[in-house]
């Protein structure tokens, strides 16, 4: 309401009660405040919002700023595969055939993109492309089964 770019808290409580819903006493609309006002600040920043709302925790990572990495980004998306059940080799080819709309045995950009989307990653289009040419090993601007395994399984440990 006055553009500080974030949400002071009397707009949050005007927003409250906006949308009909009623905090019985001050005490609790500053405790309710205060869950999505997470850095103390007196104010209330979208990634602070977003962050609580999506229960993903607020991390410098997350950030515009931040420049992640391939291997980084990688991890991000072995870690959402395994929290969808891909845990072994099976998993992850019903994970693959999942985001493989048109049913090509490979992924182009659109489909990868859109996988990316649909696990909620937060990754940014650059991120995606960065990620997207990793996997990618022979440059074909398709992304093999095999590619994608070697890719999100990462290297062998020494007992393999």
Do not use: W
Request: net charge negative; charged share 30%.
């Amino acid at each position: 309401m006055n553009n500080s770019g974030a949400v002071e808290p009397d707009e949050f409580a005007k927003a409250i009660e906006k949308i009909g819903i009623m905090i019985p006493t001050k005490q609790d609309l500053e405790a309710l405040f205060n869950i999505y006002d997470i850095d103390a600040s007196g104010g209330i920043q979208y990634k602070e919002f977003a962050s609580q709302l999506y229960g993903r925790p607020m991390t410098a990572s997350s950030s515009k700023s931040a420049v992640r990495g391939p291997e980084e980004l990688a991890e991000a998306m072995r870690q959402k595969l395994v929290s969808r059940g891909a845990r072994g080799f099976i998993g992850l080819q019903r994970q693959f055939k999942i985001m493989d709309d048109n049913n090509s045995r490979s992924l182009d950009k659109f489909e990868f993109s859109k996988a990316c989307a649909d696990y909620m990653l937060g990754f940014t289009e650059g991120e995606m492309q960065k990620l997207f040419n990793y996997f990618d090993y022979d440059k074909t601007g398709l992304l093999e089964f095999d590619e994608f395994i070697r890719a999100i399984r990462g290297p062998m440990n020494p007992a393999r």
